[in-house]
T-cell receptor, first 116, second 112 residues
């Protein structure tokens, strides 16, 4: 398997623009997570899905952030309008769930967002 | 949620030394504790995990120790190599949350 695939790897945009980040989880994984990483706050969970259904979005910073998972192989994280404080690396991760008795999440390479 | 934190932000060692990275956690109800490694420009990668009913688990060159009395977790890397240079995160998992909570990370620098 190719692993979790994220796009774009890098995005530079201006404040106020819409940003869409994309993720393709590993085939067969029924959990999908979106994390944000910054130097100040570390890795923060934004939202996660189970079987395409959002389960916990309490980590989403505000209404400017939205995430969807229209099918088992695709998810998007959208920021509209973007602000400089949204600059971070956004990671998508997937897993088959915790029934396999392991704490392993499979992370993508991340999308580095810079908002000017 | 509960917090998972680290004692040291940076650890510098010589190649061949053994490294110990420490982590304190606060949620005594966590089911698993996990260590991840993150190399520059990449996503975190699973290293090893340990269930809350264990106190030690060994992998290839790595050992994780869990001390529930003082809520302390450590990752020991034997014969540290330059390729081990990365940021290491501890994380805890609670079945009620179905998510991982990550600590801030410790950077390990290995000098040849």
């Amino acid at each position: 398997d190719a692993g979790v695939i994220q796009s774009p790897r890098h995005e530079v945009t201006e404040m106020g623009q819409e940003v869409t980040l994309r993720c393709k989880p590993i085939s067969g994984h029924d959990y999908l997570f979106w994390y944000r990483q910054t130097m100040m706050r570390g890795l923060e969970l934004l939202i996660y899905f189970n079987n395409n259904v959002p389960i916990d979005d309490s980590g989403m910073p505000e209404d400017r952030f939205s995430a969807k998972m229209p099918n088992a192989s695709f998810s998007t994280l959208k920021i509209q309008p973007s602000e400089p404080r949204d600059s971070a690396v956004y990671f998508c991760a997937s897993t088959t769930g915790w029934e396999r008795d392991t704490g392993e999440l499979f992370f993508g390479e991340g999308s580095r967002l810079t908002v000017l | 949620g509960e917090s998972v934190g680290l004692h040291l932000p940076t650890l510098s060692v010589q190649e061949g030394d053994n490294s110990i990275i420490n982590c304190a956690y606060s949620n005594s109800a966590s089911d698993y504790f996990i260590w991840y490694k993150q190399e520059s420009g990449k996503g975190p990668q699973f290293i090893i995990d340990i269930r809350s009913n264990m106190d030690k688990r060994q992998g290839q060159r790595v050992t994780v120790l869990l001390n529930k009395t003082v809520k302390h977790l450590s990752l020991q890397i034997a014969a540290t190599q330059p390729g081990d240079s990365a940021v290491y995160f501890c994380a805890d998992y609670h079945s009620g949350y179905s998510t991982l909570t990550f600590g801030k990370g410790t950077m390990l620098l290995v000098s040849p």
